[in-house]
Nanobody, 124 residues
Framework: QVQLVESGGGLVQAGGSLRVSCAASGRTSSIYFMGWFRQAPGKEREFVAA????????NYADSVKGRFTISRDNAKNTVYLQMNSLKPVDTAVYYC?????????????????WGQGTQVTVSS
């Protein structure tokens, strides 16, 4: 089993930056890619970014390209999401997820493990 714990959420003004982290523990060797999703009130959970645990492949939603950067520290079993030029529409609960098998990395169905989420609020 794998446990994922997010941290780093908070309140930030529009145009500001924030970095959220996701620490993985347990059977981390079973994870081959990690992703960030977000869910705003009344909306479905949507893909934000993903990264393979080995190699340099990343994937981003069009809405965050050029503003968000996903990275990882394998030694710490931690994945980060650096969010710059934040907008009020980025306000959501951000979830970290880990997957074992998948090709697109943006499909929610490819993810097996989920964190509890961290709130990110961007004020205008």
């Amino acid at each position: 089993q794998v446990q994922l714990v997010e941290s780093g959420g908070g309140l930030v003004q529009a145009g500001g930056s924030l970095r959220v982290s996701c620490a993985a523990s347990g059977r981390t060797s079973s994870i081959y890619f990690m992703g960030w999703f977000r869910q705003a009130p009344g909306k479905e959970r949507e893909f934000v970014a993903a990264i393979r645990w080995y190699g340099s492949s990343t994937n981003y939603a069009d809405s965050v390209k050029g503003r968000f950067t996903i990275s990882r520290d394998n030694a710490k079993n931690t994945v980060y999401l650096q969010m710059n030029s934040l907008k009020p529409v980025d306000t959501a609960v951000y979830y970290c997820a880990g997957g074992r098998f998948g090709s697109t990395l943006y499909s929610i169905r490819e993810y097996d493990y989920w964190g509890q989420g961290t709130q990110v609020t961007v004020s205008s």
